[in-house]
């Protein structure tokens, strides 16, 4: 597939189970840290994601996690400054959902991740668990 996915190729997709099977690391520098592995589907070895996080070294005010297809943005969770999406204000930490005519301008404020009471590893888990995405390889947990 090399066109955009559409909305309903975007759900089917973050439905399938997948796995991660590579060690995960957060590479560090001065500024933040970072992850990236890929992911696949067993069943279907020629779709494959890759996973991305990034964290600020401010902590818990800027950090986001995706999931790519193609390079499209099939699911992100974002936690960063207020910012407009499709004209509207966003406060709170949101997810995006992919819809191949808005891309990726649809969010919402999810209740399976809270920012407040889970650590940023505890919210990366809790989104590759949405994504149906298994940790088979080490995952590394991020040391601030």
Request: with cysteine; glycine share 2%; proline share 6%.
């Amino acid at each position: 597939m090399d066109s955009k996915p559409s909305k309903a190729e975007a759900d089917r997709l973050i439905a399938v189970p997948k796995i991660a099977s590579s060690a995960i690391r957060w590479k560090y520098s001065d500024v933040s840290a970072r992850l990236e592995t890929i992911v696949i589907t067993p069943d279907q070895p020629e779709h494959f994601f890759r996973l991305l996080a990034y964290v600020s070294n401010e902590g818990s005010r800027n950090y986001s996690f995706v999931l790519l297809f193609h390079n499209h943005p099939i699911r992100k969770f974002t936690k960063h400054s207020p910012h407009k999406i499709a004209g509207v204000w966003v406060k709170e930490p949101h997810k995006h959902v992919w819809d191949g005519e808005t891309e990726n301008r649809q969010v919402y404020i999810p209740d399976d991740i809270d920012p407040i009471n889970q650590t940023i590893n505890e919210q990366f888990l809790a989104f590759c668990a949405e994504c149906k995405i298994e940790l088979v390889g080490e995952y590394q947990y991020l040391a601030f």
